[in-house]
């Protein structure tokens, strides 16, 4: 039988989506810095992609609140169209932008997943078919978070996204 914090994130994961509350998924916790076993490196992907899909939730209604919130605050990104990195507190000056920008539509697709100690990097791709403001589009973007256990909770420490005309 798991430990009972693995036994926990595998309860999770095998939950359905709507059951998967932020106050939940702060709490998960796993031995820091073992060595990991399968099942723990599938409960953590588990957990970062309930993560991940939380915050493109929020985006969607025009919140990137639960983003911030799963920032670390030595968070960097380098979105698609950025000239360079910017920081959290970017992230956060941009809040109420969006607040009235809540008509985005974006699917996710978990592309690839690696986990090492207490850091965690996770490859998806979004396509997007409406902008906030409600612009019909046809985007694809290949993003990458890199997550880092800290304090007993995973925050997103870097990210960075390219849109695929880039490529």
Do not use: C
């Not at 099942?39 to 915050?55: F, M, P, Q, R, Y």
């Amino acid at each position: 039988m798991p430990p009972k914090p693995l036994h926990a994130l595998l309860a999770l994961a095998l939950a359905a989506p709507a059951a998967w509350s932020p106050s939940l998924l702060a709490r998960t916790n796993l031995p820091s810095g073992a060595a990991t076993s399968e099942a723990e490196v599938e409960a953590v992907k588990a957990l970062i992609w309930a993560k991940e899909k939380a915050i493109y939730a929020g985006r969607a209604k025009g919140d990137v609140g639960y983003y911030i919130a799963n920032a670390s605050p030595h968070y960097l990104a380098w979105t698609s169209g950025t000239k360079a990195p910017f920081g959290v507190a970017t992230l956060a000056a941009g809040a109420a932008d969006m607040k009235s920008r809540d008509k985005e539509i974006i699917t996710n697709e978990l592309v690839d997943f690696s986990l090492s100690g207490d850091t965690a990097i996770i490859y998806y791709r979004n396509h997007r078919k409406r902008l906030p403001d409600g612009t019909p589009v046809d985007q694809t973007y290949d993003n990458i978070h890199v997550w880092q256990k800290t304090a007993g909770e995973w925050k997103v420490l870097a990210s960075m996204s390219r849109h695929q005309e880039e490529l």
